[in-house]
């Protein structure tokens, strides 16, 4: 089982780094993401269920806020800043190149954080933004099937819920 105050110690530095950045959408972002690890914890074990939320509520602070990895040591131990990173695209690479690094640091992590970026990507999977067209919405399912491929042997409830998000994901415009 999974330590709720640890992890409403994760909450709160969250909303606070996305309340600094004046990004309180993304609060709702990492609920749900949240909330898919949580509903994973209880059809499946895993060694740290504490690492899984924790994760999955600080995964986009370093990409998205003003929150240092350093930060994350000091909070919350090496093991969950160590994960949050891995989950984190590197923007000194080209656009291209972000999510295949990514997917490789993942795999050198705890089966936990694998299950951190299906439960992302299962919540991203949400309808698209209405300014994509159809080439960009199939970018991103293409991309989405490379995460699954990737990491689906972590969790096969979330590795399922990835699959049923990606074949009906619309990509019509």
Avoid at 104 to 120: G, H, T
Wanted: glycine share 2%; net charge neutral.
């Amino acid at each position: 089982m999974w330590n709720q105050n640890l992890c409403a110690q994760a909450y709160a530095f969250a909303v606070k780094a996305y309340r600094e950045q004046k990004a309180e959408r993304y609060i709702f972002h990492i609920s749900l993401t949240a909330m898919e690890i949580m509903k994973a914890l209880t059809v499946e074990k895993t060694a740290d269920p504490t690492l899984a939320v924790q994760c999955a509520l600080l995964h986009d602070v370093l990409e998205d806020t003003e929150s240092a990895y350093d930060d994350l040591v000091k909070s919350f131990g090496r093991r969950v800043a160590d994960g949050v990173m891995a989950v984190s695209k590197n923007k000194a690479l080209p656009s291209d190149l972000r999510m295949a690094d990514s997917l490789e640091r993942i795999r050198l992590q705890p089966l936990e954080i694998w299950m951190v970026k299906l439960a992302d990507r299962i919540v991203n999977l949400g309808p698209p933004p209405p300014n994509w067209d159809r080439a960009k919405k199939l970018d991103y399912r293409t991309e989405a099937l490379l995460i699954h491929s990737s990491l689906s042997e972590a969790s096969a409830y979330l590795g399922g819920r990835l699959l049923e998000k990606i074949h009906s994901y619309p990509i019509e415009s």
